[in-house]
């Protein structure tokens, strides 16, 4: 499978708000959405700097996969995305190379798009996200992907 780059960093942190201001402050970081996201027990935001993207999220509970996350690791970086161009055939590709996959199908991720991760023990330690930034699933996604500035 071939990646076409690195879609965004996901960071686990533990105030949204102050998060964001840190990479406003300190990297120029411009936010490109925010929203709580129930399913997956997160407040999430996503940020452009520059020609990358950095995912910040806040869990709602304790007891959600990133709360157990801060609960063990404390904050910081939480999972690194790449783009492709099809997650199912991703999913397909990887599993062909003997990755383990969380997600066997490709299910809906933050902001509607297209996602499925990757267990960490294939990826030496590292969750692992594959993203198809290519068709977002809600008009508000897409209208917000057609504005931005393409890198
Ligand atoms: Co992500």
Redesign the pocket.
Not at 7 to 10: M, W
């Given at each position: 499978m071939q990646a076409r780059g690195i879609?965004?960093?996901?960071m686990a942190v533990e105030d949204l708000d102050a998060a964001l201001s840190t990479y406003e402050r300190l990297f120029g970081a411009e936010v490109e959405h925010r929203a709580t996201v129930p399913d997956q027990g997160v407040e999430?935001a996503s940020l452009r700097v520059g020609d990358g993207r950095v995912?910040l999220?806040e869990p709602l509970e304790a007891d959600t996969p990133v709360g157990r996350f801060l609960a063990k690791r404390g904050p910081g970086m939480?999972?690194?995305?790449y783009e492709v161009a099809d997650v199912a055939a991703a999913i397909a590709r990887l599993t062909e190379a003997g990755a383990d996959l969380i997600d066997e199908r490709p299910r809906e991720?933050?902001f509607g798009l297209e996602?499925a991760f990757v267990h960490p023990d294939s990826v030496h330690g590292v969750l692992s996200?594959v993203?198809s930034a290519a068709v977002p699933t809600r008009t508000w996604v897409r209208d917000a992907w057609e504005n931005q500035p393409r890198g």
């Open positions: 879609h965004h960093l996901g999430a995912e999220l939480h999972h690194v995305a991720g933050l996602v996200e993203v």
